[in-house]
């Protein structure tokens, strides 16, 4: 797909961090983009540093998302390309021990189901209702392609850590989508893929202590930094223009594979 300003995009979470690049990154090709997120001030801002639009969307909430499709369709037109990157993270055991008292604590089902309902269950109502809306447009080329879905999973999927039992599950489920719904939508010339990023400079991140993540550095192959976000923008901007990606996942993490804890 040849980014430019025929071609309309949504990303979700783009009011910060890997979503904000993606938006950014996007519209420097010219591509209208619009902007899901829960924090108004900054979506509207970033949005309108980039000529965009902005819905205020809680993705795991059905209406919610309804209503910001509605709401940035009426601005820039049905979109071609779907980047899902809202999402949260938290650190809980399955099950553990207070180290004061020895009572054990089961996990909160409560924190569990937040964490799936956003990253997953959020980036599947996205995907599928965007897919629905691609499936009504015109092909851009003799291929017959109608759009692009990416997902945006992570490393944790497959290397997931003491205490992300609850965020490599809705990881691990981001990733296995992939397959599914691209094989759902092939015949509409919509495309599917996912990205898995390592360790990111990211508002995540930012919350760590430095000696944490400097124990996290100590993972990665080469180089030897935290990804910026504009590097993941690029993966974004390379998988829509190279249409003979689908159904696929790619690692972004530096070689590293991450250690238990």
Do not use: W
Not at 245 to 260: K, S
């Amino acid at each position: 797909m040849q980014l430019s300003s025929n071609i309309t995009a949504i990303v979700t979470g783009g009011a910060s961090g890997l979503g904000e690049a993606s938006a950014r990154g996007l519209a420097a090709k010219g591509v209208k983009v619009g902007i899901f997120d829960m924090n108004a001030e900054r979506g509207q801002a970033v949005a309108k540093e980039i000529g965009g639009a902005f819905a205020q969307v809680n993705v795991s909430d059905n209406d919610s998302v309804d209503a910001g499709f509605a709401a940035l369709r009426a601005v820039n037109g049905q979109e071609r390309i779907l980047v899902n990157c809202a999402g949260i993270g938290g650190g809980i055991k399955t099950a553990r021990r207070k180290r004061d008292t020895g009572e054990i604590i089961a996990h909160d089902p409560a924190a569990y189901i937040r964490i799936i309902n956003v990253n997953l269950i959020g980036s599947f109502l996205c995907a599928s209702k965007a897919a629905a809306g691609m499936m009504s447009l015109d092909p851009t080329d003799p291929d017959g392609e109608r759009g692009l879905i990416i997902n945006t999973a992570s490393v944790a999927a497959q290397d997931g850590q003491i205490g992300q039992v609850a965020y490599s599950s809705s990881k691990g489920g981001i990733l296995a989508m992939a397959l599914p719904m691209a094989r759902d939508l092939a015949r509409e010339g919509i495309r599917v893929n996912t990205i898995l990023p390592g360790f990111y400079e990211t508002p995540i991140y930012d919350q760590m202590k430095p000696e944490v993540k400097d124990n996290l550095s100590a993972h990665l192959q080469f180089p030897t930094r935290f990804g910026m976000p504009r590097e993941y923008a690029q993966v974004v901007e390379f998988m829509c223009e190279h249409s003979y990606i689908n159904a696929e996942y790619i690692r972004t993490d530096a070689g590293a594979r991450m250690p238990p804890r």
